[in-house]
Protein backbone atom coordinates (compact mmCIF):
# COMPACT_ATOMS: atom_id res chain seq x y z
CA UNK A 1 0.00 0.00 0.00
CA UNK A 2 2.91 2.55 1.02
CA UNK A 3 4.53 1.19 -2.37
CA UNK A 4 1.18 2.33 -4.26
CA UNK A 5 0.86 5.80 -2.40
CA UNK A 6 4.65 6.83 -3.42
CA UNK A 7 3.70 5.62 -6.69
CA UNK A 8 0.57 7.78 -7.25
CA UNK A 9 2.68 10.78 -5.96
CA UNK A 10 5.57 10.42 -8.28
CA UNK A 11 3.10 10.05 -10.97
CA UNK A 12 1.12 13.53 -10.18
CA UNK A 13 4.39 15.59 -9.66
CA UNK A 14 5.58 14.55 -13.44
CA UNK A 15 2.00 15.15 -15.11
CA UNK A 16 -0.95 12.73 -15.54
CA UNK A 17 -1.11 9.89 -17.40
CA UNK A 18 -3.47 8.79 -19.10
CA UNK A 19 -4.69 5.21 -19.93
CA UNK A 20 -6.04 4.78 -23.56
CA UNK A 21 -7.56 1.69 -22.78
CA UNK A 22 -9.43 2.57 -19.68
CA UNK A 23 -10.42 5.66 -21.50
CA UNK A 24 -11.62 3.75 -24.65
CA UNK A 25 -14.04 1.17 -22.79
CA UNK A 26 -15.28 4.14 -20.90
CA UNK A 27 -15.97 5.49 -24.19
CA UNK A 28 -17.35 2.11 -25.49
CA UNK A 29 -19.52 1.91 -22.43
CA UNK A 30 -21.85 5.46 -22.88
CA UNK A 31 -21.80 4.22 -26.50
CA UNK A 32 -25.37 4.17 -26.55
CA UNK A 33 -26.21 7.44 -25.08
CA UNK A 34 -23.97 8.97 -27.07
CA UNK A 35 -25.37 7.51 -30.22
CA UNK A 36 -29.00 8.37 -28.65
CA UNK A 37 -27.71 12.34 -28.30
CA UNK A 38 -26.80 11.92 -31.80
CA UNK A 39 -29.88 10.89 -33.21
CA UNK A 40 -31.97 13.05 -30.69
CA UNK A 41 -30.24 15.82 -31.69
CA UNK A 42 -30.61 14.88 -35.63
CA UNK A 43 -34.08 14.62 -35.48
CA UNK A 44 -35.17 17.49 -33.39
CA UNK A 45 -32.99 19.76 -35.91
CA UNK A 46 -34.68 18.18 -39.00
CA UNK A 47 -37.96 18.76 -37.90
CA UNK A 48 -36.89 22.78 -36.91
CA UNK A 49 -35.64 23.07 -39.99
CA UNK A 50 -38.68 21.64 -41.95
CA UNK A 51 -41.50 23.38 -40.13
CA UNK A 52 -40.28 26.09 -38.25
CA UNK A 53 -36.86 26.98 -39.29
CA UNK A 54 -36.44 28.87 -42.65
CA UNK A 55 -34.42 27.83 -45.05
CA UNK A 56 -31.47 30.00 -47.75
CA UNK A 57 -32.50 29.99 -51.27
CA UNK A 58 -29.54 31.56 -53.51
CA UNK A 59 -30.24 32.66 -56.90
CA UNK A 60 -26.46 34.15 -59.58
CA UNK A 61 -26.78 36.12 -62.38
CA UNK A 62 -23.13 37.09 -64.36
CA UNK A 63 -22.23 39.58 -65.79
CA UNK A 64 -18.89 39.93 -68.65
CA UNK A 65 -17.59 43.32 -68.52
CA UNK A 66 -15.38 44.27 -71.31
CA UNK A 67 -13.34 47.81 -70.85
CA UNK A 68 -12.89 49.90 -74.03
CA UNK A 69 -9.90 49.81 -75.70
CA UNK A 70 -7.45 52.02 -75.19
CA UNK A 71 -5.62 53.80 -78.31
CA UNK A 72 -2.10 52.67 -78.33
CA UNK A 73 -2.33 49.84 -76.21
CA UNK A 74 -2.08 46.40 -76.17
CA UNK A 75 -4.38 43.62 -75.64
CA UNK A 76 -2.30 42.56 -73.21
CA UNK A 77 -1.99 45.56 -71.39
CA UNK A 78 -5.91 46.19 -71.94
CA UNK A 79 -6.37 42.28 -70.21
CA UNK A 80 -3.94 43.64 -67.26
CA UNK A 81 -6.00 46.94 -66.49
CA UNK A 82 -9.63 45.21 -66.86
CA UNK A 83 -7.97 42.79 -64.03
CA UNK A 84 -7.33 45.15 -62.07
CA UNK A 85 -10.68 47.38 -62.55
CA UNK A 86 -12.24 43.87 -61.76
CA UNK A 87 -12.23 44.70 -58.10
CA UNK A 88 -13.66 48.50 -58.37
CA UNK A 89 -16.53 46.88 -60.28
CA UNK A 90 -16.81 44.81 -57.01
CA UNK A 91 -16.66 47.44 -54.39
CA UNK A 92 -18.79 49.30 -56.24
CA UNK A 93 -21.74 46.38 -56.65
CA UNK A 94 -21.31 46.74 -52.99
CA UNK A 95 -22.02 50.03 -52.66
CA UNK A 96 -24.53 51.87 -50.03
CA UNK A 97 -26.06 53.80 -53.54
CA UNK A 98 -26.60 50.69 -55.02
CA UNK A 99 -27.76 48.42 -52.41
CA UNK A 100 -30.45 51.10 -50.74
CA UNK A 101 -31.45 51.48 -54.39
CA UNK A 102 -32.84 47.48 -54.55
CA UNK A 103 -33.59 47.75 -50.64
CA UNK A 104 -36.19 50.98 -51.46
CA UNK A 105 -37.56 49.81 -55.09
CA UNK A 106 -38.51 46.49 -52.64
CA UNK A 107 -39.40 48.03 -49.64
CA UNK A 108 -37.21 45.97 -47.34
CA UNK A 109 -37.37 45.86 -43.83
CA UNK A 110 -33.54 45.66 -44.03
CA UNK A 111 -30.42 48.00 -43.36
CA UNK A 112 -27.31 48.16 -45.81
CA UNK A 113 -25.36 46.01 -43.57
CA UNK A 114 -27.97 43.43 -43.05
CA UNK A 115 -28.79 42.91 -46.82
CA UNK A 116 -25.65 43.31 -47.91
CA UNK A 117 -25.26 39.98 -45.90
CA UNK A 118 -27.32 38.19 -47.91
CA UNK A 119 -25.43 39.53 -51.20
CA UNK A 120 -22.12 37.65 -52.82
CA UNK A 121 -20.02 38.61 -55.03
CA UNK A 122 -17.30 36.87 -56.53
CA UNK A 123 -14.69 37.11 -59.87
CA UNK A 124 -13.62 33.74 -60.96
CA UNK A 125 -9.70 33.69 -61.73
CA UNK A 126 -8.69 35.23 -64.90
CA UNK A 127 -12.00 36.33 -65.82
CA UNK A 128 -13.68 39.53 -66.62
CA UNK A 129 -16.63 37.51 -65.13
CA UNK A 130 -18.88 38.71 -62.04
CA UNK A 131 -20.97 37.02 -60.19
CA UNK A 132 -23.71 38.08 -58.45
CA UNK A 133 -25.50 36.11 -55.72
CA UNK A 134 -28.71 36.66 -53.48
CA UNK A 135 -30.17 34.83 -50.44
CA UNK A 136 -33.50 34.86 -49.35
CA UNK A 137 -36.17 32.84 -48.03
CA UNK A 138 -38.19 32.93 -50.83
CA UNK A 139 -36.65 31.67 -54.35
CA UNK A 140 -38.60 33.75 -56.14
CA UNK A 141 -37.59 36.96 -54.46
CA UNK A 142 -33.85 35.81 -54.27
CA UNK A 143 -34.03 35.73 -58.41
CA UNK A 144 -35.79 39.07 -58.48
CA UNK A 145 -33.14 40.84 -55.68
CA UNK A 146 -30.36 39.41 -57.96
CA UNK A 147 -31.60 40.92 -61.24
CA UNK A 148 -32.46 44.16 -60.06
CA UNK A 149 -29.27 43.94 -58.39
CA UNK A 150 -27.29 43.24 -61.33
CA UNK A 151 -29.28 46.17 -63.31
CA UNK A 152 -28.65 49.00 -61.03
CA UNK A 153 -25.04 48.06 -60.56
CA UNK A 154 -24.61 47.80 -64.47
CA UNK A 155 -25.94 51.16 -65.08
CA UNK A 156 -23.75 52.47 -61.91
CA UNK A 157 -21.00 51.14 -63.67
CA UNK A 158 -21.66 52.56 -66.75
CA UNK A 159 -22.65 55.79 -65.50
CA UNK A 160 -19.89 56.26 -62.99
CA UNK A 161 -16.90 54.30 -65.13
CA UNK A 162 -17.69 55.32 -69.12
CA UNK A 163 -17.58 51.48 -69.40
CA UNK A 164 -20.43 50.25 -72.29
CA UNK A 165 -19.30 46.70 -72.76
CA UNK A 166 -21.13 44.86 -70.03
CA UNK A 167 -23.33 42.54 -71.37
CA UNK A 168 -25.28 39.54 -69.23
CA UNK A 169 -23.42 36.55 -69.49
CA UNK A 170 -25.74 34.44 -67.84
CA UNK A 171 -28.96 35.13 -66.31
CA UNK A 172 -30.33 35.02 -62.80
CA UNK A 173 -32.25 31.08 -61.97
CA UNK A 174 -34.52 30.16 -60.08
CA UNK A 175 -33.50 28.44 -56.97
CA UNK A 176 -35.58 25.12 -56.42
CA UNK A 177 -33.34 23.78 -53.56
CA UNK A 178 -32.08 25.55 -50.71
CA UNK A 179 -28.01 26.31 -50.22
CA UNK A 180 -28.29 23.57 -47.53
CA UNK A 181 -31.06 20.84 -47.25
CA UNK A 182 -32.89 20.09 -43.94
CA UNK A 183 -31.21 16.51 -43.97
CA UNK A 184 -27.99 17.70 -44.56
CA UNK A 185 -28.78 20.37 -40.93
CA UNK A 186 -29.76 17.03 -39.51
CA UNK A 187 -26.30 15.17 -40.37
CA UNK A 188 -24.12 18.00 -39.41
CA UNK A 189 -25.77 18.48 -35.85
CA UNK A 190 -25.90 14.78 -35.40
CA UNK A 191 -22.40 14.84 -36.33
CA UNK A 192 -21.20 17.56 -33.79
CA UNK A 193 -23.95 16.14 -30.68
CA UNK A 194 -21.98 12.70 -31.12
CA UNK A 195 -18.64 14.53 -30.84
CA UNK A 196 -19.77 16.68 -27.83
CA UNK A 197 -21.27 14.10 -25.96
CA UNK A 198 -18.19 11.79 -26.34
CA UNK A 199 -15.96 14.99 -25.43
CA UNK A 200 -17.75 15.46 -22.62
CA UNK A 201 -17.42 11.70 -21.54
CA UNK A 202 -13.82 11.96 -21.99
CA UNK A 203 -13.39 15.30 -19.72
CA UNK A 204 -15.53 13.52 -16.79
CA UNK A 205 -13.36 10.67 -17.21
CA UNK A 206 -10.02 13.21 -16.97
CA UNK A 207 -11.75 15.22 -14.16
CA UNK A 208 -13.50 12.71 -11.78
CA UNK A 209 -10.90 10.32 -10.84
CA UNK A 210 -12.43 9.22 -7.24
CA UNK A 211 -12.16 5.73 -6.53
CA UNK A 212 -15.84 4.30 -5.65
CA UNK A 213 -15.56 1.22 -6.17
CA UNK A 214 -13.39 -2.53 -5.73
CA UNK A 215 -12.83 -2.56 -9.76
CA UNK A 216 -10.94 1.17 -9.34
CA UNK A 217 -8.58 0.21 -6.90
CA UNK A 218 -7.72 -2.74 -8.83
CA UNK A 219 -7.49 -0.60 -11.88
CA UNK A 220 -5.77 2.80 -10.45
CA UNK A 221 -4.18 1.21 -7.57
CA UNK A 222 -2.73 -2.15 -8.32
CA UNK A 223 -4.32 -3.54 -5.67
CA UNK A 224 -6.07 -6.47 -5.33
CA UNK A 225 -9.66 -6.47 -3.04
CA UNK A 226 -10.07 -9.07 -0.74
CA UNK A 227 -13.27 -7.94 0.77
CA UNK A 228 -15.04 -4.66 1.44
CA UNK A 229 -17.29 -3.20 4.18
CA UNK A 230 -20.42 -1.25 3.77
CA UNK A 231 -20.29 1.97 5.39
CA UNK A 232 -24.06 3.27 5.96
CA UNK A 233 -22.78 6.97 7.23
CA UNK A 234 -22.94 8.66 10.77
CA UNK A 235 -25.67 7.79 12.71
CA UNK A 236 -27.34 10.11 14.22
CA UNK A 237 -28.06 9.85 17.70
CA UNK A 238 -32.14 9.78 18.84
CA UNK A 239 -33.38 12.55 20.76
CA UNK A 240 -35.45 10.74 23.97
CA UNK A 241 -39.05 11.83 24.44
CA UNK A 242 -39.99 13.26 27.76
Not at 144 to 170: H, K, Q, S
Amino acid sequence: MRDSVEQLSVIGSHGITIDFKALFMELLDKILIILFAGIFCGLLTYLACSTVIPLDYESTTKIYIMPQETAGQSSYVDLEVGSLLTTDYIELIQGRDVVEQVISYYNLDLTYERFLGKVTVNNPTDTRIIEISVKDEDPYLARNLAIYLRDVATAAIEAGMGIEGITVWEEANLPLQPNITAPAWAVLSACAAVFLSALVVVVRYLVIDKIVSADDVEERLGLIVLGTISYEGRRQPKRERR
